[in-house]
């Protein structure tokens, strides 16, 4: 007898049958275990009442999930450890013409250059310091580790000694923090003030979204027209939008600010999406009644923003996945008199990201734009948000060309993200980001980054792990890609 066939029989003694504990029932089998090991082995035992297994596979089984943990633990740093993270619609090819990816893949980058005279803006207040980090982190991780644009925080308060020190300890660049005055924070000193708080009263009422929050009337009213004139902002040329709570999924490893400076861009955005419809219910109105009170025509822009006729082909499906909230009514709902015959699809560039020329929110144009909307008092009887503002202003006064789609940077705010997909054969690896060497966390937070997704088809980004609780937004309902895709010349690809 062979010796594993000692020790199975010192273990279950001479018996005929297995011993069945008395309240194990059924889960033992007693049959009989003569004969020789393989015997033994292929014996089998009862997991559940209708279901058995060879006695070998069961204790197999242990060793073999230990051995598949190792070998996951094991896997490349350049390999992604899913195929399936990536479960999204595919990627399509869009005509580049007019505007492309400034950089496909990964590059080298490139410190040798001086750097644009530009600035990274965070409106936050000291209660949301863990949002404001979170977001540092990810900024630095993916993009400012190499380029070491200032930061520049905005509060309509004084922040306090604990902010600032937490922030200087996450970032080696300059940081600035200044106060909004009150007269670019408050609604205007001409406004009924009873007024406006019965409005806003109503409004929350009403379960707009955050229509009730006075502070977050003010947020979009500074951001829509008044952000730009902080005096710490004088001396940029270029600012680029981050909020707390935000997170990038790709390394951006060229400047983006020196991109749009060479090649004409005015305004780029990562997610253009609809905005709610009965937080706007007026603003398109006041949008289309300034630009024909203007006699100003299209330059292409204008045309993202409008309803499509019925027979008039859409540049993409519409699929689920975005949410009910993006979902809109019938467009009547929204202009029953349809301004001039044109009606707001609702777009918007969602403009918690956005990078943009402060000269043009500083133009003439764009500020009597937004002294006419200001006047009409949406930023209080409605909950005008900066983000189609901005929209439709790029629509009165700007051109396809002079606006940049960044389909290259994955990010994520809330429950909407946008991931770009890995470009094929444009990867490089990548260099480690540690804070802390004995940090457990910061170091474990790097082994995250280093197995980035597969590469996909069609695929624009570099080093992209994206999260896989939500899926991109760009190809779905509610997702505004098509109207984008068709000012600049459609798609190339199904």
Request: hydrophobic share 35%.
């Amino acid at each position: 007898m062979s010796s594993m066939g000692r020790r199975i029989h010192r273990q279950l003694g001479d018996s005929k049958y297995l011993p069945v504990p008395a309240s194990a029932g059924s889960f033992f089998p007693t049959a009989s275990l003569q004969g020789t090991p393989l015997d033994y082995a292929k014996r089998r035992v009862r997991i559940l009442h209708n279901i058995s297994a060879p006695l070998g596979v069961v204790l197999l089984l242990p060793f073999v999930l230990v051995l598949l943990v190792i070998r996951l633990v094991q896997v490349p740093s350049n390999t992604s450890l899913l195929p399936s993270r990536n479960l999204l619609p595919n990627i399509r090819a869009m005509n580049d013409s007019i505007d492309a990816p400034f950089v496909v893949g990964c590059q080298v980058p490139d410190t040798s250059r001086p750097r644009a005279n530009a600035v990274l803006v965070i409106l936050a207040r000291n209660k949301e310091l863990d949002g404001v980090i979170d977001s540092i982190k990810s900024v630095e991780r993916h993009f400012n580790r190499w380029f070491h644009y200032p930061y520049l925080f905005l509060n309509d308060a004084e922040f306090n000694s604990t902010f600032k020190a937490t922030v200087f300890n996450y970032t080696e660049s300059k940081v600035e923090f200044g106060v909004i005055d009150k007269e670019l924070w408050d609604f205007p000193s001409w406004t009924n003030q009873e007024e406006v708080k019965e409005s806003i009263a109503l409004q929350g009422d009403a379960a707009i979204m955050y229509g009730g929050m006075e502070s977050y009337h003010h947020m979009c009213r500074f951001y829509s027209g008044q952000f730009y004139k902080h005096p710490m902002l004088a001396k940029y040329d270029w600012y680029w939008r981050v909020e707390p709570e935000v997170k990038y999924f790709c390394d951006i490893t060229y400047d983006p600010f020196l991109y749009m400076e060479e090649r004409g861009k005015v305004y780029g955005f990562t997610i253009i999406i609809k905005e709610l419809v009965d937080t706007v219910p007026n603003l398109f109105r006041y949008a289309s009644g300034f630009r024909r009170s203007r006699n100003i025509t299209s330059k292409g822009m204008w045309e993202v923003f409008l309803q499509k006729d019925k027979g008039e082909k859409e540049s993409g499906p519409k699929t689920s996945g975005v949410g009910d909230q993006f979902r809109i009514p019938d467009p009547e709902m929204i202009d029953p008199e349809a301004m001039n015959g044109e009606k707001y699809n609702l777009c918007h560039f969602w403009s918690n990201f956005e990078i943009a020329k402060l000269d043009f929110f500083r133009s003439k144009e764009y500020n009597d734009f937004f002294e006419f909307l200001d006047r009409s008092g949406g930023f209080w009887n409605e909950r005008w948000g900066d983000a189609p503002v901005h929209s439709l202003a790029a629509g009165i006064f700007l051109a396809p060309s002079q606006v940049h789609y960044f389909r290259d940077i994955g990010y994520r705010h809330t429950t909407i993200q946008h991931c770009p997909g890995n470009a094929p054969r444009k990867q490089l690896p990548r260099t480690p980001y540690i804070r802390d060497p004995k940090s457990k966390k910061d170091l474990e937070e790097d082994r995250y980054w280093d197995q980035w997704d597969i590469d996909r088809e069609n695929g624009v980004g570099c080093r992209c792990r994206c999260d896989t609780d939500i899926i991109d937004v760009e190809g779905n309902d509610g997702s505004c890609i098509p109207s984008w895709a068709d000012a600049v010349g459609g798609w190339t690809s199904d």
